[in-house]
């Protein structure tokens, strides 16, 4: 933690330190040329605060993403997570008389080295014959290892008639992001594919009960 306090002769911030310490791990210095121990035995009064996990910064509720103006097939409660290294999973919705997609959000989380080594993953909107309309590419930190709801930010874009939404996390051994699904059953077809075509069924669960966590705003 290095802390600039730009002092002048007429006015600055005096930072406090201590004599205290068992063991001194000061310096001071800067980046261009470099850091070196402090003059004397002392140690700057810094602190900071750590977690082991990174909280989402927002946290959305499924009610606050149902009703008017949003499709879903899901239940709202997650039975399961899955991931795919090639392909995603394919959300089908029904068009109801909607011109514009406004948003996407998907429940989901992240594992592995995740934070470090900043890993994207793709959403699409594609059309009935699963054609590609437009796309977004993501960084994984939407999500955390907290299972949690995160707003995609997509842009505004026309809808066509019945249309899908493709998530492809692009997992990798090194790190991995997993997107929720429930088996309530009775949405429009869920499905395991990437653009212009479907694949055999992964998950461990019957495809016609399977509801992947995605969600769109539409209006």
Do not use: C
């Amino acid at each position: 933690m290095v802390v600039y306090p730009y002092a002048r002769e007429d006015f600055g911030v005096e930072l406090g330190y201590t004599e205290k310490s068992r063991t001194f791990h000061s310096y001071q210095g800067n980046p261009s040329s470099g850091f070196k121990p402090v003059e004397g035995k002392f140690d700057w009064m810094i602190r900071m605060t750590v977690r082991n996990k990174l909280e989402p910064l927002v946290f959305i509720d499924a009610d606050e993403i149902s009703g008017i103006n949003y499709l879903h097939n899901d239940d709202g409660t997650a039975d399961g997570f899955y991931t795919f290294q090639r392909g995603g999973a394919i959300a089908g919705f029904k068009n109801q008389g909607y011109k514009t997609l406004q948003d996407v959000f998907i429940y989901g989380k992240v594992e592995g080295d995740w934070f470090a080594g900043k890993p994207t993953f793709r959403v699409f909107l594609l059309d009935h014959d699963l054609r590609v309309i437009t796309s977004v590419q993501r960084e994984y930190s939407v999500l955390t290892e907290i299972p949690h709801w995160a707003n995609v930010d997509f842009p505004d874009v026309g809808l066509p008639g019945d249309f899908y939404i493709l998530v492809e996390p692009v997992s990798r051994p090194e790190a991995s992001l997993y997107l929720g699904f429930d088996t309530s059953g009775g949405g429009y077809p869920n499905h395991y594919g990437t653009v212009g075509a479907f694949w055999d069924w992964p998950l461990p669960v019957l495809q016609e009960k399977a509801n992947w966590m995605i969600r769109v705003k539409v209006r």
